[in-house]
Structure formats: C-alpha cells, structure tokens
C-alpha cells in the first residue's frame, strides 16, 4: 500500500521547517519574541510515570530544550529545579506553569553559572527544597556565531563561553554529588559541534568536545558510586538561542543541510533525557546519544 505523503509519522515532515526570515533576537533571546515559535511538547509530551518520585535539577531550564526536559520530566512524575538567567524571568515562569499543570513540583533560580558561589546556590537550593537530588541536567550554554573567524573571538567572550558552558557543568557536578544516591543520573548537554565543529562557533564547538570527554570520564569515575553519567548531542534544533546568536543569513537556512532535511524541535530531544534519567538506561554510562537529524557524531 503507498504511504501517504503527508504522513505526519515521517521524520522529514513530522514538523515543517522554521520559518525565519528576519528573525533576530537580542541575546539570551525570549520564547514569547520568536516569530515560528519552538514545540517543548506542551501539546504532545504524555508520561508514564518513568521518573515518579524524582528529584532534578535542570540548567537552562527556562526554553528551548531544558524546557521540553522539565515538561517531560514533569509529566513522568518529578519535582524539578531550573536555573536561568535573571533576564530569562518571563520564559522561566511560562516553564514553571507547565511543571506545576503536571502536578510536580516547581522552582527556578535566577543566576549566573559563571560564578562558583551561583552553582552552590543552585544546589544548596534543589537540597533545601527537595532534601536530595536524583537528577542533574547541564544544559545551560552559551554560543556567539563570529563568520570573520579567530580574530573576531575575543578572550571576553571566549572565557565567558567556557565558564557557561565547561566551568559552570565541573562546579555543579561537585557540588552535586555529594547530594546523589546510588541509581542518580547526570546529563550532560554536548552537540554536533564537538564532532563536527563549525568555523564561526569554534569556542563554543571546543567546550561540547570538552563536555564529551568530561562525561566518558566522569560516568567511569562515578560508577563505584552508582551514579550514571551520560550526555545529549543534539543537531541543529531551534531555541531562541539560534536567532539570538547567529547570523540572518544562517537562522533562514537552520537544520536545513542535515539527512532529513529540517531543524529539530526541542521536543524531540526530551526523550533522550528521560531515557537517560530513568532505569531503563540503568546498564548504560559514559555513553553520547546524537538526536541530530542524521548528521554522524564521529
């Protein structure tokens, strides 16, 4: 029997590619000032109570991907802690009426990762309200596209890419620990970029190839412990942090060169982190799962 060519099963036509013509956004970049805005799986996201009773902390829990993870995380039946930036109050309250709608509990915390004392406050946060962490998502990064290459990298905005990105995920993850039974899970966020990386976002590129071998070493360090490492690679998935960071040019054509031809949704990514919180990936650590649209990590 021929397959129908709409259906919305297939993974070239499951979601339409963003339409961002002239989309630009000041960074860190707002959900609510996108024009084609992001599927978290608000709609679509049902849980099965894969994570009941859980404890998380999700970084860069306010949009994009971190929100689809709380959602998802939400609806299979934990309490989540997110921590954004100050100026991302707005999104991160729009996260929090999601994970409450689920009946979980929810908190945000307003820092900079930058700083080691913030990743404390986080943790000592999530302890206070949740007595223990189950659950540990790095997730918060930060990207800055520069086309004219090396010479435009300045060492402001390079040290400001690895504190977000490398420092902030070593501080959390010490912190952390000592708060996490056996059977806890840490995720970490890479991407393509560590594989594959591209000229404009060689910094940012440089710490998710960081990201990936902290996470092999760590999830091999932890082990005796009980606790599971593993990251998330995504591709190219549409986040107000794309049209907050890269060029007009680059945003119209987003996602559009990997095998299915589209950028990713974040809600196709959220799967992956609870696969990788809950007991079904029990067997499984310092491992990386590509959700990249086709594009090959190695």
């Not at 976002?201 to 005796?224: C, R």
């Not at 799967?271 to 499984?284: H, K, L």
């Amino acid at each position: 029997m021929p397959q129908d060519q709409t259906d919305p099963q297939d993974p070239q036509e499951q979601y339409a590619q963003p339409e961002a013509e002239g989309e630009q956004l000041a960074h860190p970049g707002r959900t609510q000032d996108m024009g084609d805005q992001p599927d978290h799986g608000e709609e679509s996201y049902r849980g099965s109570e894969r994570l009941e009773g859980k404890k998380a902390i999700i970084t860069g829990g306010d949009s994009g991907i971190g929100r689809a993870v709380a959602i998802a995380f939400a609806r299979e039946g934990a309490d989540v802690l997110i921590a954004h930036l100050p100026q991302e109050e707005q999104d991160a309250q729009e996260t929090l009426r999601h994970v409450q709608q689920a009946g979980r509990k929810g908190v945000a915390v307003p820092v900079d990762l930058r700083e080691e004392e913030a990743c404390q406050q986080v943790v000592d946060r999530a302890v206070a309200e949740f007595g223990r962490i189950d659950v540990l998502v790095n997730n918060a990064a930060y990207q800055m596209a520069q086309p004219g290459g090396i010479e435009d990298i300045t060492t402001e905005q390079f040290d400001r890419v690895l504190k977000t990105n490398l420092y902030a995920m070593f501080w959390l993850c010490k912190k952390a620990v000592p708060h996490m039974r056996p059977g806890s899970a840490i995720i970490n966020t890479s991407s393509i970029q560590a594989y594959q990386p591209s000229p404009p976002l060689l910094d940012y590129a440089t710490t998710k190839a960081g990201i990936v071998n902290f996470t092999k070493g760590l999830g091999q360090m932890l082990a005796e412990k009980g606790i599971r490492v593993n990251s998330v690679a995504p591709g190219p998935i549409w986040t107000p942090l794309i049209p907050a960071t890269m060029p007009e040019d680059k945003v119209e054509t987003f996602g559009e060169d990997v095998p299915l031809g589209r950028a990713g949704q974040p809600a196709e990514l959220a799967p992956a982190y609870v696969f990788f919180a809950s007991q079904e990936s029990s067997y499984i650590t310092a491992e990386v799962l590509g959700v990249t649209g086709g594009s090959p990590l190695a």
